[in-house]
């Protein structure tokens, strides 16, 4: 059972440059998010989806889009890269919604921007 | 600023010893409250899970107490190994008209002297 897979792990963009950060779960869970990690800081929520088909704002949008187009799939895009979005994004899913039960996290992929 | 914080932000326990990590909630109306364990370049791992309507709950090695009359939230980690090293992280759920999201504190930088 892999639970959360994040590719790629790590990755150095220019500025002005997109990419897409890819999530798959196999734990057929509805819900899935996407979190930024900064130094010193507190996960902050980007988006967030309740299934497939249906996708939210966090705290933290600006910048990013998501699809979420299978269960087990929710990719992040960066459509023209700043520094400031140079950071650790961690993908994570749960069985119901954040009262629920815990969320399942990836193990990041730590981007730069330059 | 964060609903969720740490009242410390690194500590250092002899191996063998048991280790307490504290975290403060705002929101007196949060129902569900999590750990998670960091390990460098991963991903946040959950260690336990507390409802609002217990004050306590064990699992192995660790204890999560809650004390809801002054919004404050432990770990207790028993017989700490140098496995246990890592950044602890607590979670508060505040529910929202069902848009609930997860509040993180910001860890605590947990370390095993051998």
């Known amino acids: 059972n892999a639970g959360v897979t994040q590719t790629p792990k790590f990755r150095i963009l220019k500025i002005g440059q997109s990419m897409t950060l890819q999530c798959t779960q196999d734990?057929?869970?509805?819900?899935m998010y996407w979190y930024r990690q900064d130094p010193g800081m507190g996960l902050k929520l980007i988006y967030y989806?309740?299934?497939?088909?249906?996708?939210d704002k966090g705290e933290v949008p600006n910048g990013y889009n998501v699809s979420r187009s299978t269960t087990e799939d929710f990719p992040l895009r960066l459509e023209l890269a700043a520094p400031s979005q140079t950071s650790v994004y961690f993908c994570?899913?749960?069985?119901?919604?954040?009262?629920?039960?815990?969320?399942?996290f990836g193990d990041g992929t730590r981007l730069s921007i330059l | 600023g964060e609903s969720v914080g740490l009242h410390l932000p690194t500590l250092s326990v002899q191996e063998g010893d048991n280790s307490i990590i504290n975290c403060a909630y705002s929101n007196s109306a949060s129902d569900y409250f999590i750990w998670y364990k960091q390990e460098s370049g991963k991903g946040p791992q959950f260690i336990i899970d507390i409802r609002s309507n217990m004050d306590k709950r064990q699992g192995q090695r660790v204890t999560v107490l809650l004390n809801k009359t002054v919004k404050h939230l432990s770990l207790q980690i028993a017989a700490t190994q140098p496995g246990d090293s890592a950044v602890y992280f607590c979670a508060e759920n505040s529910p929202n008209f069902g848009n609930e999201k997860l509040t993180f504190g910001t860890g605590t930088r947990l370390t095993i002297i051998p």
């Open positions: 734990m057929n869970h509805n819900y």
């Open positions: 994570a899913s749960s069985y119901g919604q954040p009262g629920v039960g815990p969320q399942h």
């Open positions: 989806s309740v299934g497939a088909g249906i996708t």
